[in-house]
Structures are given as structure tokens and as C-alpha cells.
């Protein structure tokens, strides 16, 4: 079963953000050339990570930022020295990658779906891991 491995950065520049991976994932699946089998992204980074998720309303993003804040607000009494506790909470809920089907030379996802990096301690310069798996 042939597999390519290919890494690119992205530079976030708020303290939490979404960002579209979807151009970056298509260029990567073209050219390799692979017509069928899986797609994983990976994010290294424990305040980051990689969700599924609406791309047509923008107050989407918005309204998951709000719920995550609120879940998972930045406390006094955390002591965690770096005082980014609150990224690291959401970065374990959220899950540091999403595997994709690849068909047809295509990813397959939903009408509305994109794929996004999850920043939770910007701005940074992020690495995003992507395998495809043929087969």
C-alpha cells in the first residue's frame, strides 16, 4: 500500500482561531495522484488541532469559539506556568487529526463540511502533517 507524507505551515494570527485547510489538503491530494483510499491530517502541536466542520456560515466558527471559551475558560487558579492551560483542554476535546476518504481523486465531504486547523494559543507558525494512503 503506497503512502506520501507531506508537511506545510500555516501562520495563525489571533489567540483562537479556525482555519480552512481545504485548498492546502486539495493540492496535496492532486499531486499525488491518488484516486482511492484515505487521508489523514495531523496536528503536532498541543494547543492546536484539526476539526470537521460547517464552512458556509461563518457565525459558526464564531459560535464554536464562544462554547469552547465558555467550556473552557483561561482560570487564575490553573498552574500550568505557560498560562495556556485553557488551549490545552480544547485541543484534547477537539482531537489532534480527522481521516478523510479519498474517491475518485477526491476528498469526500459533506455539502456544507470543511476541514479546519483549530488555533488555541496564536499567533504561531503551525505545522500540519498530511499521509495519504492508497488503496
Known amino acids: 500500500m503506497p503512502t506520501k507524507t507531506e508537511v506545510f505551515q500555516i501562520q495563525t494570527n489571533e489567540k483562537q482561531t479556525f482555519v480552512f485547510l481545504d485548498k492546502q ?22 494547543t ?17 469559539s464562544l462554547g469552547l471559551n465558555e467550556t473552557f475558560p483561561n482560570k487564575a487558579a490553573y498552574v ?36 479546519y486547523f483549530c488555533e488555541f494559543d496564536g499567533p504561531r507558525t503551525r505545522k500540519i502533517y498530511v499521509k495519504i494512503i492508497e488503496g
Open 25 to 46: 489538503l486539495e493540492e496535496i491530494l492532486a499531486k499525488s495522484g491518488v484516486q482511492d483510499g484515505i487521508m489523514i491530517v495531523y496536528c503536532p502541536h498541543t
Open 48 to 64: 492546536g488541532a484539526i476539526t470537521i466542520n460547517e464552512n458556509a456560515d461563518p457565525d459558526v466558527r464564531r459560535d464554536l
Open 80 to 115: 500550568h506556568m505557560e498560562g495556556n492551560s485553557d488551549g490545552h483542554m480544547k485541543s484534547s476535546v477537539v482531537g489532534a487529526s480527522e481521516t478523510l476518504i479519498i474517491s475518485d481523486g477526491q476528498l469526500i465531504l459533506g455539502t456544507w463540511q470543511s476541514v
